[in-house]
C-alpha cells in the first residue's frame, strides 16, 4: 500500500470513527448550538487521543482545526452541522508549519489537500 493509500485510508478511518462516535452519543438529539459544542468536545477528545498514541503532538489550535474540518461532515436528516457554526473557532493560519506540514502529509489526498497545501506553499516561500 502507498503512502498516499495510506493517508487516504487514515482519514477515512478517523472520520469514521469520528461520526460512529457521534451517532452513538447524539444521534436523537435536537440540532442546537449546544449540540456542536458538545460534538467539537467529542472530536477534540478523539482526535487528542488519536495523536498521542503517535509520534506527533498537536497544540490545542491544530486539534481544533481538524476537528472543525470533520464537524462540516457531519448531517441530521440532511441538514449539516456547519450550518450551525457560526465560524471556525481556528484558522488554518494559526497554525505552526510543522503542524501545517503533518496535515499536508496525512490529508493531501483528501478533500482537506487543497487549502493545507495552499497555505504550505504560501508559508515555505515566505
Do not use: C
Amino acid at each position: 500500500m502507498s503512502t498516499s493509500e495510506k493517508n487516504v485510508r487514515f482519514y477515512e478511518l478517523l472520520e469514521v470513527r469520528l461520526l460512529s462516535e457521534f451517532r452513538k452519543k447524539f444521534l436523537l438529539q435536537p440540532l442546537n448550538a449546544d449540540l456542536v459544542d458538545k460534538t467539537r468536545l467529542l472530536f477534540n477528545e478523539i482526535i487528542t487521543n488519536i495523536f498521542s498514541q503517535s509520534k506527533y503532538t498537536l497544540t490545542p489550535a491544530a486539534v481544533t482545526w481538524i476537528s472543525e474540518q470533520f464537524l462540516k461532515t457531519v448531517k441530521i436528516d440532511d441538514v449539516a452541522l456547519v450550518n450551525t457554526l457560526s465560524e471556525e473557532q481556528v484558522k488554518l493560519s494559526e497554525l505552526s508549519f510543522d503542524e501545517i506540514q503533518l496535515f499536508k502529509n496525512l490529508f493531501d489526498v483528501t478533500v482537506l489537500g487543497p487549502e493545507l497545501r495552499a497555505e504550505y506553499q504560501r508559508r515555505n516561500l515566505s
